[in-house]
């Protein structure tokens, strides 16, 4: 059973950074392409970034490319989100996801698993 489990989401001021760090058990993370998605509050989940197994494939939410980077590490099998210069409207609840898939798609239905979610709150 793999479990995923975020940590790092907190209250911010607007132009800040915070990152974002998804810790992955039960089973190797290199076997899986690992995503972030976020929810506001009354919205659909929506993408934010992508990475592929083993991290040579990246893809980003057009309002995120530049100011948001996903990178993993493997070995210690963690997969992080560097956000900088945040928005109100970044604020949502942030998720990460792992799917088998090859290549790594940006798709919410494709992505078996999931964690809890971490909370990002950015304020003006």
């Given at each position: 059973?793999?479990?995923?489990?975020?940590?790092?989401?907190?209250?911010?001021?607007?132009g800040?950074?915070?990152?974002?760090?998804?810790a992955?058990?039960?089973?190797?993370?290199?076997?899986?392409?690992?995503?972030?998605?976020?929810?506001?509050?009354?919205?659909e989940?929506?993408f934010?970034?992508?990475?592929?197994?083993?991290?040579?494939?990246t893809?980003?939410?057009d309002?995120?490319r530049?100011?948001?980077?996903?990178?993993?590490?493997?070995?210690?099998n963690?997969?992080?989100?560097?956000?900088n210069?945040?928005?109100?409207?970044?604020?949502?609840?942030?998720?990460?996801a792992?799917?088998?898939?090859?290549?790594?798609?940006?798709?919410?239905?494709?992505?078996?698993?999931?964690g809890q979610?971490?909370?990002?709150?950015?304020?003006?």
């Amino acid at each position: 059973q793999v479990q995923l489990i975020e940590s790092g989401g907190r209250l911010v001021q607007a132009g800040g950074s915070l990152r974002l760090s998804c810790a992955v058990s039960g089973r190797t993370v290199s076997i899986y392409s690992m995503a972030w998605f976020r929810q506001a509050p009354q919205k659909e989940r929506e993408f934010v970034a992508a990475i592929s197994r083993l991290g040579g494939s990246t893809e980003y939410a057009d309002s995120m490319r530049g100011r948001f980077t996903i990178s993993r590490d493997n070995a210690r099998n963690t997969v992080d989100l560097q956000m900088n210069n945040l928005k109100p409207e970044d604020t949502a609840t942030y998720y990460c996801a792992a799917t088998g898939k090859i290549p790594l798609t940006t798709l919410a239905d494709e992505h078996r698993y999931w964690g809890q979610g971490t909370q990002v709150t950015v304020s003006s």
